[in-house]
């Protein structure tokens, strides 16, 4: 837990700030804020019902300026959105009067929008408009209502478990690395919405159930608060140097991490990359390998109309991880800059942390809130991996806790029996 006794560790002395990592900002997209509430309309529904004519009228204004502004350099990561880059999938609304239309209505908004010499014709055809558009809305919205498919969707169904397939393997070393991607959506499948990737990065010793969770409970969370698709989700298991008691070796945690993704979920995956790095990497520049690899190797994820557009990358994150932002000497200011300014966090709560009061009292967490999203455990899972470790080292049943085939891997590699961690530690460390 503790990033301070990483090897290459400087804590920033009082007259020297940690400079950023240092690849260059402009290879990260201008995506918009995860969350466009501020704090006071936290519970406001993003999916409000919306003025057509005033979206028409914003958008007619915001594509005027989107041509003067083309060209404009980015724009301050904490400051507003939505005047950013032409494309309308890459604007994000933040009041409910600028909500984007639903689907059904995208297209003969657009048409008016990008057509602004419109001919007489065009008008004539839409002159009663007013009434049609209303009818088309509550016509929409009563479709979507009825398109929300209820009960366990397929893609959730973890019955993998005891199916006999291969794993996709990671290399052992750098050398042979290669960016998992084979379960990465390369297009986007809804018209309306813009890329996510979510990165977890942690110990991961072992992978538990919580973990796998955390990923399931963000994408529920994006899917009804946001306008993000999420198109890949990524363990980045910390690497060796990191020296956190009770870190098997991280060849070990990648395996697991396999095992348990291909075995128990049909959507994430493990990337190597920062466990095979020669000494501990900032999770700054973890993020920015995850954007090189994504946006500037790849060049983004399609659109369904084919063009690319930027991905937006998520760093999601337990409440202590978050809390521990506000040590000192953990981490540098200009790092918590970087990840919650030009990429963004994914809180999931924990028993014990007030995320809430925590945001609101962290200067660079608040000025960067909005692009910062907690998610509240509906089922409280509060699976440790020290306590698993522990259990395993005392022989007790870690059964239902992880994987049964991360279970296996544990016994046959024989991992966690002979571990050393104070138990004091263990049981008083996480409650
Ligand atoms: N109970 C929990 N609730 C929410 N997030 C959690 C919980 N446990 C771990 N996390 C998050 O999971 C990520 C990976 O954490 P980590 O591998 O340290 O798990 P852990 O179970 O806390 O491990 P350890 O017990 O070894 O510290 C971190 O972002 C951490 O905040
Ligand atoms: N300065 C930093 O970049 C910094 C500080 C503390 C933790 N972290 C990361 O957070 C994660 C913490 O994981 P644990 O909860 O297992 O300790 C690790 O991936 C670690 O690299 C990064």
Redesign the pocket.
């Known amino acids: 837990?503790d990033p301070t006794k990483a090897p290459d560790f400087k804590p920033p002395s009082p007259n020297e700030e940690l400079s950023p990592p240092t690849d260059p900002q402009s290879t990260i997209p201008n995506s918009d804020p995860i969350v466009p509430y501020v704090l006071a309309d936290y519970n406001a529904s993003i999916d409000a019902p919306f003025n057509l004519d005033s979206i028409k009228k914003n958008h007619k204004n915001s594509s005027s300026k989107h041509h003067h502004k083309h060209s404009s350099s980015r724009k301050n990561s904490s400051g507003g959105t939505g005047t950013r880059g032409s494309h309308r999938s890459q604007h994000i609304p933040l009041n409910a009067s600028d909500f984007q239309p639903l689907s059904a209505d995208v297209s003969s908004a657009e048409e008016d929008t990008d057509e602004s010499t419109a001919s007489n014709s065009t008008n004539n055809n839409n002159k009663d408009s007013g009434r049609s558009n209303s009818r088309t809305i509550d016509e929409a919205l009563n479709e979507q209502l009825k398109a929300i498919d209820t009960g366990v969707k397929k893609y959730q169904i973890a019955d993998l478990e005891e199916v006999p397939h291969g794993i996709v393997r990671q290399a052992r070393n750098f050398d042979d690395y290669e960016f998992p991607t084979h379960r990465f959506s390369s297009g986007l499948k809804d018209p309306n919405k813009l890329p996510l990737v979510i990165v977890?990065?942690?110990?991961?010793?072992p992978?538990?159930y919580?973990?796998l969770r955390?990923f399931e409970m963000a994408l529920d969370a994006i899917n009804e608060q946001t306008r993000f698709e999420v198109v890949g989700g990524y363990f980045s298991?910390?690497n060796d140097t990191y020296q956190?008691?009770?870190?098997a070796p991280a060849y070990h945690r990648v395996r697991m991490g396999e095992l348990a993704c291909e075995r128990t979920s049909s959507w994430l995956m493990v990337d190597a990359w920062e466990s095979l790095q020669p000494t501990y990497t900032r999770t700054a520049k973890v993020l920015d390998h995850f954007n090189h690899e994504i946006n500037v190797k790849r060049g983004g994820v399609s659109t369904t109309s084919g063009e690319k557009v930027g991905c937006k990358i998520m760093l999601?994150?337990?409440?202590?991880?978050?809390e521990s932002m506000g040590e000192p000497n953990v981490w540098a200011d200009a790092d918590l800059h970087h990840i919650l300014g030009n990429y963004g966090c994914l809180i999931?709560?924990?028993?014990g942390?007030d995320v809430r009061s925590f945001l609101l009292s962290h200067d660079i967490m608040y000025e960067h809130r909005r692009n910062v999203l907690v998610i509240k455990?509906l089922i409280?899972?509060?699976?440790?991996?020290?306590?698993?470790?522990l259990f395993i080292r005392r022989g007790m049943s870690v059964q239902y806790l992880l994987p049964n085939s991360v279970i296996r891997y544990i016994q046959e590699h024989k991992l966690y029996i002979n571990q050393t961690e104070p138990v004091k530690q263990?049981m008083g460390?996480?409650e």
Not at 244 to 247: A, S, V
Not at 316 to 322: E, F, S, T, Y
Not at 380 to 385: C, G, L, M, Q, T
């Open positions: 837990m977890a990065c942690g110990s991961f010793s992978i538990t919580l973990h955390m298991p910390v956190k008691p009770g870190l999601l994150a337990g409440g202590d991880l978050i999931v709560e924990r028993t942390s455990q409280y899972n509060d699976i440790s991996s020290t306590k698993v470790r263990v460390g996480k």
